[in-house]
């Protein structure tokens, strides 16, 4: 990591204090203490690892600066996008069940989901507050213009989130489908963080739309690089244990995939329940059937999308090449 | 009903609907039904019992028309009002395990807590969409310092919300913990609709203050109210079974007083379960203990409050007077 990285991460976690810490009075500081456990920084096992990567607040500040803009100002923006993604985790993690996030216990499963549910609101409205806090360093039309593109990806979350839940229940799901769930999902916040980094920055149209395609073509290599680690990957370098999306029938790419063939894969599918003694052999069926190289072949894809939206984009200096760097890092992750 | 005031809560339901359409695509139709139902649109009972009184964006336009303002340009944040208000219950619901909501089923009830989690986050975001809308008719600045009002309240309503849900299990909560609670859940939404309404009426600063006044105090007033009404109400009112409340263990006001009385309510509430068949004898015995008295002389103070604000802003023309007749009709309901 790079000074300049290391002066974002810290500045930015400096300022998601700064705005958790509006509930600081005698009578909420027990709810306070449920923002700052889910941010990582208290509580058993707080710290690096806890915390989460910070990648949105970074591409946004990498983003501003790569355009010549004064990053430390829009610091309250990489806090706002920061906050909406732990918002979204929140409720996420209450949507899903999940017992884990992080390596620790979720935030409803220490203090229960209808506290869980107001701490998810409490993050997007701290969200909101700190993109009104812009106010103090920006023109007020930048500042209308980058909280329209936030909101404009709160309601794209909701859309993802609605279509991943709706999965669930139907046997009919096709890869159009993933699209347009995983471009809500994980991919509008991405490009929405890079957007608002060259809005901000005083990009021209034409850059802002670079920036914001780079973002999402991130998104979805990124997320399709998950799908497959979540099939095919080390639990060394994912943290999950390898092949858990099988057993949890997750409808990720590879799967919707091989349903499509309607070959072997799809029959075991229908018919037969997936178990930790049975996921290994699942895998490699799912595999012979191409679905790990049509998977491959569309993460490889969306990665040239994205390497080639962030030439356009033509990012500058020293802020240019971290982004350049971040990028590769992001993509090559299980290289 | 005045024409105005038709005329308002008419173009305030188009505004509402062209928001929630923003939803329209084909893959997120039924997700876009689950907002419309809560909104009261749609699905078995919809119609004007469902939709809720919208006093919220009432008040706001009432407020900016009060001013001098051109309230149909404002109507954007009448609907980011009443936006914010269903997504505070659709999450309530859940929170509170509610099954009914204006006499209909809960969202939750409906389509179950997940998807009741997402509807709320959506409704959250539209909110915030039509504020960034205001600024195709107003300054960036005026939008912004709206913008960042509702974003106050949200945080406040999450504070309220909190202190709810604490009170639940703490055994100590004491009159002063009621108004803070209650300052969160209910004054501050009431209170930001009046200001935003100010601020959108280019109102000056003690002006504005005094409609933030007034919609606080309206709000205090009208939740103590609705405390006396939930322990001594009469259903045909309400709407609710009688003595519900106390059936609930609801913390409210009354009951908070009758506690610190340490009497024959006091023993009661530590002993007894509260059931049907002795629920109207303790509401008898909070009402010796003089809890009614208390409760009914706050509310009365609220009321003159309210009432000396609205007369400090000095609201103008028709919508002065139809705000005017708002307030008494809402503070007088129960005489």
């Known amino acids: 990591m790079t000074d300049l990285t290391s002066n974002m991460l810290a500045e930015s976690e400096?300022?998601?204090k700064r705005q958790i810490s509006r509930l600081d009075e005698a009578n909420t500081e027990p709810?306070?203490?449920?923002?700052?456990?889910?941010?990582?920084?208290t509580g058993e096992g707080a710290g690096r690892e806890a915390t989460g990567k910070r990648i949105r607040p970074l591409l946004l500040l990498l983003t501003i600066a790569s355009c010549g803009g004064d990053w430390m100002k829009a610091v309250p923006a990489a806090a706002a996008v920061e906050l909406i993604h732990n918002f979204s985790l929140v409720h996420d993690d209450i949507q899903d069940n999940s017992l884990k996030r992080r390596g620790r216990p979720t935030v409803w499963v220490n203090w229960g989901a209808p506290l869980a549910i107001n701490v998810g609101d409490a993050l997007f409205a701290l969200s909101n507050l700190s993109m009104m806090d812009l106010?103090?360093?920006?023109?007020?039309e930048q500042v209308i213009s980058a909280s329209t593109a936030l909101q404009r990806t709160c309601l794209d979350l909701t859309r993802g989130q609605y279509l991943d839940m709706?999965?669930?229940n139907r046997e009919?799901?096709?890869?159009?489908?993933?699209?347009?769930?995983?471009?809500?999902?994980?991919a509008s916040l991405?490009?929405?963080?890079?957007?608002?980094?060259?809005?901000?920055?005083?990009?021209d149209n034409p850059t802002q739309e670079a920036y914001r395609s780079f973002g999402h073509f991130l998104g979805l290599a990124f997320q399709i690089q998950d799908d497959i680690l979540g099939i095919w990957g080390d639990e060394n370098v994912t943290g999950k244990s390898t092949a858990s999306d099988l057993i949890e029938r997750k409808k990720s790419l590879p799967v919707l995939v091989g349903l499509s063939k309607k070959g072997k894969f799809a029959e075991i599918w229908k018919n037969e329940q997936i178990t930790i003694a049975n996921v290994e052999e699942i895998a490699r069926i799912l595999a012979q059937e191409s679905?790990?190289?049509y998977a491959h072949d569309a993460a490889k894809q969306m990665t040239d999308l994205a390497i080639n939206s962030l030439r356009e984009a033509d990012p500058q200096g020293e802020a240019g090449d971290s982004l350049m760097e971040l990028t590769d890092k992001l993509l090559r992750r299980d290289a």
């Open 14 to 16: 400096i300022e998601l």
């Open 31 to 41: 709810f306070k203490e449920m923002l700052s456990y889910h941010m990582g920084w």
């Open 135 to 140: 106010a103090n360093s920006f023109p007020s």
């Open 166 to 168: 709706s999965f669930e």
């Open 172 to 186: 009919d799901v096709k890869v159009d489908d993933y699209w347009a769930m995983v471009t809500g999902k994980t």
């Open 190 to 203: 991405l490009s929405s963080s890079c957007l608002i980094g060259a809005i901000l920055g005083n990009a």
């Open 291 to 293: 679905s790990y190289a």
